[in-house]
């Protein structure tokens, strides 16, 4: 099956979404009793932690950590975000660097400018967006020392929409930042999957959001299969996902195949795969991967492969290198909760 397919149902009774590209799993967002990313509190700072240069904040969901917290009191309150979910037994991770988004704008409190995404490259399209977004300010101004950006997935096409993203993410910004006084409170609830999957799967796609879409489209048994520890890769190779308590290992191994190739063939394979598989799955933090064996020229060609295919994952992580034990390091920013815990 050809195309991208987006399903709008429940896992149980869990908000969840699913993304098919050319009829393969590519994404997969179910929620959770969590705070969300993209939550605004109220917060009252409470104590520094000496060592850390961070300090613990009050909300209503539980303790926050903030880092960089110079000039911050006891018993002051700010805004802040949640950045990602945070580990058993942690604080949520959070920072004053706002951000309101939406599927064509955000607004950037502290970061003045009306500007449009890199991405867009067409010059026509960037004044036109330009103008757009100057002429919906102009109705609506952004709140002082804020600024504005149109995301990639903005087009003339949808100019209407756009406007109202722009007029309800500003109209939405001068409420919260003008809230800043009071005890610990929830401003705004980050997005569930659905309004996620909304904001950003954006592209030509069709959308299934009737009543028992997963069944339909076989979601069920491909997030079985993702319980699961081991990944087939093509030539009778494989890749083992596990995660610990302190990392995620990742082992590639060659199979059957003896030929002189395997390892780099089934090393590109596992690359070109393995954000999909982290991003189905869940998992952040450190991951520590062992390779099938290569020769240490044909490193670069797998980081090269690797890099890739993270361009594609909206996920923040780092390419940390090689050990002396010839294992590859990232470092995955935790913005999901991992699948297993979900099921």
């Given amino acids: ?35 969300r990313p993209g939550s605004i509190y109220r917060a009252v700072a409470e104590r520094p932690m000496k060592g ?9 969901d ?3 950590f903030l880092r960089q917290v110079k000039g911050l009191s006891p018993g002051e309150a700010l ?44 010059d026509d399209l960037r004044d036109a967006l330009l103008e757009i977004a100057h002429e919906a300010v102009a109705e609506s101004p952004l709140p002082a020392e804020a600024g504005l950006i149109l995301r990639s997935g903005a087009s003339l096409d949808e100019a209407d929409a756009i406007r109202d993203d722009i007029l309800a993410m500003v109209t939405l910004a001068q409420t919260v930042l003008a809230d800043v006084t009071g005890g610990p409170e929830l401003l705004v609830e980050g997005d569930g999957p659905h309004a996620l999957a909304w904001r950003e799967w954006i592209g030509p796609a069709d959308v299934d959001d ?7 489209h076989g979601i069920g ?25 302190a990392l995620v290992a990742v082992d590639v191994n060659t199979g059957g195949d003896t030929s002189p190739a395997a390892g780099l063939k089934a090393n590109i394979a596992a690359f070109r795969d393995l954000p999909r598989q982290l991003r189905l799955r869940g998992l952040g933090g450190q991951v520590v991967i062992d390779p099938a064996p290569v020769v ?31 294992l590859l390091e990232l470092q995955r920013k935790r913005d999901r909760v991992a699948l297993k815990d979900l099921l």
Avoid: C
Wanted: hydrophobic share 40%; no cysteine.
């Fill in 1 to 35: 099956m050809k195309g991208t397919t987006i399903i709008l149902d429940t896992w149980g009774e869990r908000e969840a979404a699913a993304r098919l590209i050319d009829g393969q799993l590519d994404d997969l967002l179910i929620d959770s009793d969590l705070p």
């Fill in 52 to 60: 850390q240069g961070g300090m613990f904040l009050k909300t209503p």
């Fill in 62 to 64: 539980g303790p926050a």
């Fill in 79 to 122: 805004l802040v975000q949640v950045t990602g979910y945070a580990e058993p037994g942690k604080a949520l991770p959070v920072t004053t660097r706002l951000l309101f988004k939406s599927r064509y704008a955000i607004v950037t409190p502290g970061a003045p400018g009306i500007n449009v995404s890199r991405q867009i490259r067409d």
């Fill in 210 to 216: 009737e009543p028992g879409g997963f069944e339909r």
């Fill in 221 to 245: 048994e491909r997030v079985e299969a993702l319980r699961l520890p081991k990944v087939p890769l093509p030539a009778g190779a494989s890749m083992v996902i596990e995660p610990t308590t």
């Fill in 296 to 326: 240490k020229k044909d490193r670069r060609q797998l980081e090269t492969v690797l890099k890739a295919a993270l361009k594609t994952d909206k996920t923040e992580t780092v390419v940390a290198g090689w050990t002396t034990l010839g």
